[in-house]
């Protein structure tokens, strides 16, 4: 009996049996659905986290102090302009911008919405991966001149205008000082993304200059620095360094403290990765429950064709054939219960994928695995019943009643 035969055969048992089939694949539905499910939203999740990083600045380091040592901080400690120029000396660094925001609001046009004011120099827009929709960003001369110059995202601008097109407008903003009007000279276009949530509860960063927040808080002590390293490599020795350099400067210790994106995301991901092998591994358990599943329905298949087998044996069918049969039947039944699964996976995946905002991404390779997984466990499952099926007497076979 050739290959194709037992294709025919197997396929002709299954739909003979519909509701049994389907009783049977139902473990290797529900575990490949998981499986497949499981890895849109895991991969969704990390494309979601590292889109946010390009958007939150690749290579960017947070040197600011230990707020655990609140108590413990003075004036003192707080970095000042001796020190900014003394990092700017540090080996490594391609860009840095001190550290100075307030969350206050900004009003126009009797609409006002709440914003985070963040003080910004030229190499503010290099740091954060701020990209310009109209206008221009805050550079030096807005710094030297102390000027009254702000750069909006889309977001402020629809919001506050009702349009992106805020070039040349005013807006009020609201500090300790009472009232100050500043002109807006660029829109940064705005996502949401996964950084800007955490650490500003969704509020847009709106910039002006660093020289001007200063003036306008009346301040002359930053809490820190923000760092743009050359090579990705060196972004833990660079943090340590301008640590122990602050450290060596303001004669403390344990003051300052580093935040760096790139541990964070490891962090996020190796949380993810063991969550994943959790619910992995209860996919594995749905599988091996399909698995005998499978199994168990091949004996009531070999036993319901014991005397078909016996007629096969008798004509000279060798046990190899016999064995191909049913490991080819099982491997079929457990294929289509696979993309069945795998079907049901992706629209599980998209679903949680949308409701959780995140792309539900599933590879190629991922679904290949996953169909081959599927027939493994129908030839595994399978070889039991099908080497039973092989092994029995063609005289005792055809006495079978």
Do not use: C
């Amino acid at each position: 009996m050739n290959f194709i035969e037992n294709i025919r055969l197997a396929f002709s048992s299954i739909m003979a049996n519909k509701m049994r089939s389907l009783l049977t694949m139902l473990g290797i539905i529900i575990g490949i659905a998981a499986v497949v499910a499981i890895s849109a939203i895991g991969n969704g999740g990390k494309y979601q986290i590292q889109q946010s990083m390009e958007q939150f600045g690749t290579n960017r380091l947070m040197v600011y102090m230990n707020w655990e040592k609140q108590n413990e901080i003075t004036s003192r400690d707080y970095i000042n302009e001796r020190d900014i120029e003394a990092i700017k000396r540090v080996e490594g660094i391609e860009a840095m911008t001190p550290l100075f925001e307030q969350w206050t609001s900004i009003r126009a046009e009797n609409r006002s919405i709440d914003i985070v004011l963040v003080g910004a120099n030229s190499d503010s827009q290099i740091i954060t991966n701020v990209e310009m929709l109209q206008g221009r960003f805050i550079n030096q001369r807005d710094i030297d001149n102390y000027s009254n110059h702000i750069v909006i995202s889309e977001k402020e601008a629809r919001e506050l205008f009702g349009t992106v097109e805020a070039i040349g407008k005013n807006v009020t903003l609201n500090t300790n000082r009472g009232s100050i009007d500043f002109n807006v000279v660029g829109i940064t276009t705005y996502e949401e993304n996964l950084f800007s949530g955490m650490m500003n509860s969704g509020r847009a960063q709106v910039y002006i200059p660093i020289s001007t927040i200063m003036r306008v808080y009346n301040q002359s002590l930053y809490y820190g620095v923000n760092l743009k390293v050359t090579n990705r490599e060196d972004m833990e020795i660079v943090g340590q360094q301008v640590v122990r350099l602050l450290e060596r400067l303001h004669n403390n210790e344990n003051m300052y403290t580093v935040f760096n994106l790139e541990e964070m995301i490891q962090t996020v991901n190796n949380v993810t990765a063991t969550i994943t092998s959790v619910l992995g591994f209860i996919a594995g358990i749905a599988l091996l429950v399909g698995g005998i599943g499978i199994m168990n329905i091949m004996l009531v298949s070999v036993s319901e064709r014991i005397r078909e087998i016996g007629i096969k044996k008798a004509i000279g069918a060798p046990k190899a054939a016999i064995l191909a049969q049913f490991l080819i039947e099982s491997s079929i039944l457990s294929l289509i219960g696979g993309i069945i699964g795998i079907i049901i996976g992706f629209l599980l995946g998209t679903v949680a994928s949308m409701a959780l905002n995140m792309p539900p991404l599933i590879s190629i390779r991922e679904v290949v695995i996953a169909t081959i997984l599927a027939m493994l466990i129908g030839i595994v499952f399978g070889v039991y019943p099908a080497n039973r099926a092989a092994k029995l007497d063609p005289i005792e076979a055809l006495r079978y009643e």
